[in-house]
DNA sequence: TGTACATCAGTGAACGCGCGTTCACTGATGTAC
DNA sequence: TGTACATCAGTGAACGCGCGTTCACTGATGTAC
């Protein structure tokens, strides 16, 4: 049991800052996000955060992959075993619900800036990534075209999270966004194109 | 024809101000975006774009416009009359190609940072929401939810578009992002959820 | 148990930067007579 | 056609800001003997 209020060596300054930079996040956006104000946040000098990362990018980084993990348990809380078209309508609305609740969160997660060729972020993409194609293929098992059809599912809720998120679709009434969300999808599978060719 | 460099009142500085934060918006993307930038740009004092813009904000906001323009333009010009669902595969493509071939300019647009009430910008996005509405009701006459379609047929294209240029999907080479685009909306097209219940 | 020393985490002053915005101004333009 | 004047577009100096990052440093910790 540390000291509360002990000086000099914080103890956990890493977890800290990480704390940190999810609060401001809440608060300000991601405008707010500088590595000076997480210090200043974590009570410490604005120098001492180098010490754990090496640069704002790698802060950023390691936030969003944090974030990642965050979302993958709530989508599996939103429902253990999916196993129907229902099922993954359960995840989809999760998954909006997840980037209205962190809305700066979830734009530092997908955002540009992090550098794509980051090991770490990578990572924890290529776990998601493979999370979704798991989940469509458990609800769709004989889908023609399992890969694409996962893509489809992603990028559906994905563009869903981000029209609500950027004010295209309005955010106001959450139960109207978990409507609109079902609705969507459930229009996507119900429509029928015109087959082969 | 007015001289090719007459100093002091420069003619159309309201349009060079558009130009230069659109060439800027290529070159370094949505960072480099700053007033003073574009001031020097269009070869004036830093002030000078106040004459023509309340603040940064309303620059901003005017990018996102005509960029709004051009997008629906794209998208007609990919398919002029859409009618099946193969001619809406089209137009999904040519979004994607559009938010690649101008991501900064696409990140502008859908970013948050413009402020969501703005006049100018929810009629640019409501014309764009009619299209979009418009363009599913052709393809698809007999759809049983017309609007949630609509907005599911958006999503999924702006989420093949944003998952694309945040790295999460391999955007290196166009031809097969246009293939994997296809593949999505087809797949989406084709697969039978569980039906009414 | 006690001391010497290497290691490590955090400090604080300083750097140079570009930004948005204000202000009082001045040069050019166009209109009224 | 010529002059007086109002209007407007652009200037340039200045403000205060917060940022990322560097550097040489110092205080605390823990290990070896």
Request: charged share 20%.
């Amino acid at each position: 049991m540390p000291k509360p209020s002990s000086p000099y060596h914080h103890g956990d300054l890493r977890g800290a800052c990480l704390r940190a930079a999810r609060e401001l996040l809440e608060e300000d956006g991601s405008a707010g996000l500088s590595l000076r104000a997480v210090a200043r946040r974590a009570g410490v000098s604005p120098t001492a955060p180098y010490r754990h990362y090496a640069d704002r990018d790698a802060l950023l980084t390691a936030v969003a992959s944090e974030g990642y993990g965050e979302l993958a348990g709530f989508l599996a809380a939103a429902h253990p075993a999916p196993a129907a078209p229902d099922d993954l309508t359960a995840v989809a609305v999760a998954y909006v619900r997840f980037a209205l609740a962190h809305p700066a969160l979830f734009r530092v997660m997908f955002a540009e800036p992090c550098d794509p060729g980051d090991a770490e972020r990578a990572a924890a993409t290529a776990t998601f990534s493979a999370y979704v194609t798991a989940l469509v293929q458990n609800t769709f098992p004989g889908a023609t075209a399992p890969d694409a059809l996962a893509t489809a599912v992603w990028a559906l809720v994905h563009g869903l999270a981000f029209l609500h998120l950027d004010g295209e679709l309005d955010a106001t009434d959450p139960a109207a966004v978990d409507a609109r969300v079902r609705a969507a999808v459930h229009a996507v599978l119900t429509t029928r194109g015109q087959d082969a060719r």
